[in-house]
């Protein structure tokens, strides 16, 4: 059953479909790895097995009635838990949110429901989303499958760590800065994060509103094509949705890539990135020329702004959003608070940790009288600025490629006493919220210590089918998607 839970969602798909296997079985399966390696990895805050087994037994009795599948299902899938799933706990790995049950199921969550995806529990993150180690939890830390003593990257580790782990064979993560490539490239899978509008947000526990997105994590780049479809469209709940049709992105895996312009982004390969991560992109840019693909270097001056454009924004968002959690209409309340005040400070005081404060501080100081000007209004202005720099050199290329973090994962520990070290990690990643293109990352191959290394791969907004091409071309020239992780008291391969 080990060999079973390594395959590939598709290659999943099709033995449930051949009854070579039923979707009970391989929902079990999962459920049993889970019980199994997450006291030692921390990947999951709540399993929600029940759900996972109704729902694998609707595509069992589907098999057996002859009726055709849904895309994908059968296939155990891990939800962040900061995604609505009625009658489980959604608590952002929050206190404040420890015991709030879900009265309601996300667009997304739905969706997958709808295609018979059975969610085999809620996945850890860095609370409300907040950190790039998976470290901010308020309830346990995340360990990398591939060294145990080493982060996951954040925020969403837990999904990153059981798709790696083969706990799951896809997840559902959120991305606000770079928090499903970053742990996608520690990890060593495919992490995704699409178009800004393209997935539905309702139902997610918001962050920072204009940079948030829902994407897939996987072990192939076909397998989140696939993942994509099923949870894309318009969703009337949700403004920022877009009103266009559902492509089907897989069937672009196999387009030619001959004669396409790639640009290799030189602002990114500095030298902070390490020599190990260097040779990766320096062997990505060989296999693209080797499929026909022209490879140019080229300049985004203004994208050293990023980080600061970024945690202006992002915190000022995050002031406001979580400003509803004030331990009067749900969450945490403190005990026998003296008047209303009381009751707002203390319960947030007790509910929130360090670093859901320290982001709320930045925040509100950046929206507050006399400063909105000169810090939130002047970042919205860069963010344009950006933006127009990105939109002029995809005139010139047809993708974007670099490093998707400087470093490979690091020891557990090694930054949280260093917020600023820690928000460096996400200078590749911040980029492609800010302007809301879609992104990738892809197993590259390994540093020195064997662990894994990501390729981030930026194509212009809504040319994710593009985007799946180039990484789908680059994954099959090579077997870094095929390895799995190697801590072997872990998964004992």
Same mark, same amino acid.
């Given at each position: 059953?080990?060999?079973?839970?390594?395959?590939?969602?598709?290659?999943?798909?099709?033995?449930?479909?051949?009854?070579?296997?039923?979707?009970?079985?391989? +929902?079990?399966?999962a459920l049993d790895r889970i019980k199994d390696?997450?006291?030692?990895?921390?990947?999951?805050?709540?399993?929600?097995?029940?759900?996972?087994?109704? +729902?694998?037994?609707?595509?069992?009795?589907?098999?057996?009635?002859?009726?055709?599948?849904?895309?994908?299902?059968?296939?155990?899938?891990?939800?962040?838990?900061?995604?609505?799933?009625?009658?489980?706990?959604? +608590?952002?790995?929050?206190?404040?949110?420890?015991?709030?049950?879900?009265?309601?199921?996300?667009?997304?969550?739905?969706?997958?429901?709808?295609?018979?995806?059975?969610?085999?529990?809620?996945?850890?993150?860095?609370?409300?989303?907040?950190?790039?180690?998976?470290?901010?939890?308020?309830?346990?830390?995340?360990?990398?499958?591939?060294?145990?003593?080493?982060?996951?990257?954040?925020?969403?580790?837990?999904?990153?760590?059981?798709?790696?782990?083969?706990e799951a064979t896809l997840a559902l993560g959120?991305?606000?800065?770079?928090?499903?490539?970053?742990?996608?490239?520690?990890?060593?899978?495919?992490? *995704?994060?699409?178009?800004?509008?393209?997935?539905?947000?309702?139902?997610?526990?918001?962050?920072?509103?204009?940079?948030?997105?829902?994407?897939?994590?996987?072990?192939?780049?076909?397998?989140?094509?696939?993942?994509?479809?099923?949870?894309?469209?318009?969703?009337?709940?949700?403004?920022?949705?877009?009103?266009?049709?559902?492509?089907?992105?897989?069937?672009?895996?196999?387009?030619?890539?001959?004669?396409?312009?790639?640009?290799?982004?030189?602002?990114? *390969?500095?030298?902070?990135?390490?020599?190990?991560?260097?040779?990766?992109?320096?062997?990505?840019?060989?296999?693209?020329?080797?499929?026909?693909?022209?490879?140019?270097?080229?300049?985004?001056?203004?994208?050293?702004?990023?980080?600061?454009?970024?945690?202006?924004?992002?915190?000022?968002?995050?002031?406001?959003?979580?400003?509803?959690?004030?331990?009067?209409?749900?969450?945490?309340?403190?005990?026998?608070?003296?008047?209303?005040?009381?009751?707002?400070?203390?319960?947030?005081?007790?509910?929130?940790?360090?670093?859901?404060?320290?982001?709320?501080?930045?925040?509100?100081?950046?929206?507050?009288?006399?400063?909105?000007?000169?810090?939130?209004?002047?970042?919205?202005? *860069?963010?344009?600025?950006?933006?127009?720099?990105?939109?002029?050199?995809?005139?010139?290329?047809?993708?974007?490629?670099?490093?998707?973090?400087?470093?490979?994962?690091?020891?557990?520990?090694?930054? +949280?006493?260093?917020?600023?070290?820690?928000?460096?990690?996400?200078?590749?990643?911040?980029?492609?919220?800010?302007?809301?293109?879609?992104?990738?990352?892809?197993?590259?191959?390994?540093?020195?210590?064997?662990?894994?290394?990501?390729?981030?791969? *930026?194509?212009?907004?809504?040319?994710?089918?593009?985007?799946?091409?180039?990484?789908?071309?680059?994954?099959?020239?090579?077997?870094?998607?095929?390895?799995?992780?190697?801590?072997?008291?872990?998964?004992?391969?």
């Open positions: 059953m080990k060999e079973i839970l390594q395959k590939s969602a598709a290659e999943q798909s099709r033995m449930i479909a051949n009854k070579d296997i039923t979707a009970t079985e391989l +929902t079990q399966a390696v997450d006291d030692k990895l921390g990947a999951f805050n709540s399993t929600t097995g029940e759900i996972a087994l109704e +729902t694998a037994k609707k595509v069992d009795n589907m098999v057996a009635n002859g009726e055709k599948l849904p895309l994908l299902a059968g296939v155990p899938l891990a939800l962040k838990d900061n995604m609505n799933l009625i009658g489980s706990r959604t +608590t952002a790995s929050s206190k404040i949110l420890e015991n709030f049950v879900s009265p309601y199921n996300a667009t997304v969550t739905q969706k997958l429901l709808d295609n018979c995806i059975p969610i085999v529990g809620k996945a850890n993150l860095d609370e409300f989303a907040m950190g790039s180690s998976n470290e901010n939890s308020a309830f346990k830390k995340v360990h990398n499958p591939w060294d145990l003593n080493k982060v996951p990257g954040g925020s969403s580790g837990g999904s990153a760590a059981s798709v790696a782990s083969c959120s991305d606000t800065g770079g928090s499903i490539r970053l742990p996608a490239s520690f990890c060593g899978v495919v992490g *995704m994060k699409p178009t800004y509008g393209r997935v539905s947000r309702y139902g997610l526990i918001a962050f920072a509103s204009s940079l948030d997105q829902i994407g897939p994590f996987s072990r192939t780049v076909e397998d989140s094509a696939l993942l994509l479809e099923v949870i894309s469209g318009h969703d009337p709940h949700d403004s920022t949705s877009l009103d266009i049709p559902v492509e089907h992105f897989a069937g672009h895996l196999n387009d030619d890539i001959k004669g396409k312009k790639i640009g290799v982004i030189s602002d990114l *390969m500095t030298d902070a990135v390490s020599e190990d991560v260097r040779k990766a992109v320096e062997h990505a840019v060989e296999v693209y020329k080797s499929l026909g693909a022209e490879v140019v270097e080229v300049s985004l001056p203004k994208l050293k702004y990023s980080i600061g454009i970024y945690y202006i924004l992002a915190t000022a968002e995050c002031s406001s959003n979580l400003a509803r959690f004030d331990g009067v209409r749900y969450g945490h309340r403190t005990a026998n608070p003296e008047n209303l005040i009381d009751l707002y400070c203390k319960s947030r005081a007790e509910g929130f940790g360090d670093e859901v404060k320290r982001r709320i501080m930045l925040g509100t100081y950046a929206l507050s009288s006399g400063y909105y000007d000169a810090y939130y209004k002047k970042a919205q202005q *860069m963010r344009r600025l950006v933006a127009d720099e990105f939109n002029a050199v995809f005139q010139k290329v047809d993708a974007l490629i670099s490093p998707t973090c400087p470093n490979t994962a690091f020891e557990l520990g090694a930054r +949280t006493a260093d917020p600023l070290a820690m928000y460096l990690t996400d200078i590749a990643t911040i980029c492609a919220n800010l302007v809301g293109i879609p992104a990738m990352s892809v197993p590259a191959g390994f540093d020195s210590d064997g662990m894994p290394i990501g390729l981030q791969i *930026m194509t212009p907004q809504l040319k994710e089918s593009e985007l799946f091409n180039f990484g789908y071309k680059f994954e099959q020239e090579n077997d870094f998607y095929k390895q799995i992780a190697k801590d072997v008291a872990l998964c004992g391969v």
